[in-house]
């Protein structure tokens, strides 16, 4: 086998590695034959030289190999899993996991915390009193064989290798590169023991991928890495222009989460989850059209059982289940204040990756990962884009835990509101990959 | 200042650096802001996406003042440095130093060891017994002042930025990049205090560079970047097709400088010398003419001076001085066994790097940094490219300590060399460049 510098050498100039090159790669590394700056030097050339489409199947199958992988035997329904590539007010997961539940298939879904300026489903679920995240491997198969829906945090045992280089890439300036974001995604989504993946690809200002073309490169990568891997794959693409929904942070999601389940909530997070869903359906085989599966889901949410079984997940985690019946039992921030508009008109624009940062500004997520999130900091959209407003009206509440943070926030806020005459029509999903 | 990362991906997405965000990568480096694998990534980037004629500029600034500067104030002859990019057979550094010394200039040169297929200087000096090649600066000033010539080994204290990055480019991949080679040979250079560089820039098999294009532009930034910094500098760009000289191996290389002092030794051997030394006494305007340089120099071979002050040089460094007029004074190896011709004809081609792979092989250099050099072992070429051979005839000999040593060289040896019936017209000097 080559040296590591030989095989930084031969990417760097170009070169593809054989399944077994890549595979001493990732060993190599977790084995300390690998040093980190060989690693990270490598991953610079990889993210100049690309890794083509065999390559990037070894590296997502070294790196789900180098930890333990779920099968989920005794779980009789077909498991489904979803995926977002992550973005603002992005709560979709927790509508969607006992939603499709309800349906009839289960949904065992291992989550992450926020990132940058996106958040995070296990900070949301923690914003439940009680809630645990962390299940080991034994009791997560039951929650998702006896509830149909259990969202977890990835345990250490989970692709530890995807761990260690997503850790080093986080600080060398290799995060952006295509085949990696799709073997470190899928490596985990593979370990997860699902019979199919819908991946929610997002895209735009409030999005990791900026533009079009470089979401539909990601979507294909992962589409099709995926189902080289055997996992059966759809990808929609959705727009990352203005949040999701009408809030930004912990308990003012999950909030958010339950008023959909209930069959209300905001017209876009509902709809989401239910395209979302229709097509985890669709490949579980539980539904022979996008239209048969939507009305089922409908259904389902108008005659409470998605809610019904939400509440048994938050029990099975040991959260305080009432939480559905009673959102006040999610934490409160001690002050909210309004960001009023400073004209009348109608909302055209409003920026994701802004209020992502002022959510964390306010609490809401980490600016390093030791630091402690506040569950009831949060940003609570008044108006969103294509409504009016008056001026002197609120746009938005800010809440949080110190009065101050609100103040240093209120200009930024407000700047991320454009108001003009009219709202551009906005498309929810932009393309559908399915190879 | 930005933080690595954000510097790391400023460099991969294209962006030029200011000369105090290099200035602070550099020192960030050396004060542990900067992880090894933050500083490979950032080199591997630097690699793709070079760094232009400023950048280059800083980097070889932060570099060179990593550490202390060389004055050389007492020295008041012009002080002109030669470098070489490395060869196989390159002893010319040992005949040079003494040679222009003899002419009136002074020659402090700081040079280093055998470096993957090439040969040291310091190895070759190391074969006379005694010598010693670190000299405090104290002492390498006195020798310089006193002498005319000292060759000393790189101290710690000169650029030890240098010698930290170039540690980790060896094993991650990054030393071929050619501003990155830039700023390592000239924050040395620079260091060394003085007042005119001239450049061998080597091309061909044995050579780092292999094709003309690739050498002519490492030999334009490093002559554009020098002067940048003050150093008048010129480039002769060398062929490297086949050995220079006769001997490959440090006790035979350093024989075959002093036959060179002599006034005999192999015609190229001592046609390099003069041409760089005419190029050295132009820069320090000891001469008009390249004529007139060369004029002068053959006459400091011919009246014994060259020879009298390499034997000044070598007492000043505690060698074994005796070895002027007697070269038995220099180790000699165990065993020498010749490599014959398998056919009559004319040597048409001596692969160098073939050459230089088989003297480490017996001995002569290091696969790792920590091995142990023997001085006598080597190559000792009876015919080289031009020269007619029968079958039957030795073409070299190889030495080594262990016959063993030489059994297992015999048939890469042979194979090194090619006999035909008629040898390409070899050119010493390819070009000339002075910006």
Chains 1, 2 share one sequence.
Not at 24 to 52: H, I, K
Not at 88 to 117: E, N, T, W, Y
Not at 364 to 369: D, K, V
Request: include cysteine; glycine fraction near 10%; charge should be positive.
């Amino acid at each position: 086998m080559p040296s590591p510098t030989e095989t930084i050498i031969h990417k760097r100039d170009g070169g593809r590695l054989t399944a077994s090159e890549i595979q001493a790669v990732v060993r190599g590394y977790l084995a300390g034959e690998w040093a980190d700056y060989q690693m990270s030097a490598f991953l610079m050339a990889a993210l100049f030289c690309g890794l083509d489409r065999a390559e990037t199947k070894a590296l997502t199958q070294a790196m789900l190999h180098s930890g333990s992988v779920l099968k989920l035997a005794s779980v009789r329904r077909p498991k489904i899993d979803k995926h977002s590539t992550g973005g603002v007010g992005d709560k979709i997961s927790l509508c969607l996991a006992p939603l499709v539940a309800a349906a009839g298939i289960a949904s065992p879904m291992i989550a992450g915390r926020g990132l940058g300026h996106t958040g995070g489903t296990l900070d949301k679920l923690e914003a439940i009193p009680g809630y645990r995240v962390m299940l080991d491997a034994r009791r997560f198969e039951r929650v998702v064989r006896e509830v149909g829906a259990s969202i977890i945090g990835q345990s250490p045992k989970i692709a530890p290798a995807d761990r260690r280089i997503y850790a080093l890439r986080d600080v060398t300036g290799t995060v952006e590169s295509i085949p990696l974001i799709v073997a470190s995604i899928l490596s985990k989504k593979l370990a997860a023991g699902s019979d199919g993946l819908v991946l929610d690809v997002k895209v735009g200002r409030g999005a990791f991928m900026r533009d079009r073309r470089a979401a539909r490169e990601l979507a294909r990568a992962l589409v099709r890495t995926a189902r080289d891997a055997g996992l059966p794959t759809v990808a929609l693409i959705t727009d990352m222009n203005t949040p999701i929904g009408r809030t930004v942070g912990n308990a003012l999601e999950t909030r958010e989460a339950i008023e959909v389940l209930r069959g209300h909530g905001p017209a876009d997070t509902r709809e989401l989850t239910l395209l979302l869903g229709a097509e985890m359906l669709l490949l579980a085989k539980r539904a022979k059209t996008a239209h048969s599966a939507r009305s089922l889901l409908e259904q389902r949410l108008a005659d409470g059982s998605a809610l019904a079984i939400f509440a048994q997940m938050v029990r099975a985690h040991g959260g305080d289940a009432r939480v559905v019946d009673d959102l006040d039992v999610l934490p409160r921030a001690r002050f909210r204040e309004p960001i009023v508009a400073p004209k009348s008109g109608v909302v055209v624009d409003c920026d994701p990756r802004e209020l992502g940062f002022v959510a964390i500004e306010l609490g809401a997520g980490r600016r390093q990962a030791s630091d402690h999130v506040d569950p009831a900091a949060g940003i609570e959209l008044v108006r969103v884009v294509g409504e009016r407003v008056k001026r002197g009206e609120p746009m938005a509440y800010l809440h949080a835990s110190k009065r101050a943070l609100i103040t240093q926030s209120a200009a930024r806020t407000a700047a991320a509101f454009r108001i003009g005459p009219r709202a551009p029509k906005r498309r929810l999903v932009l393309e559908r990959i399915v190879r």
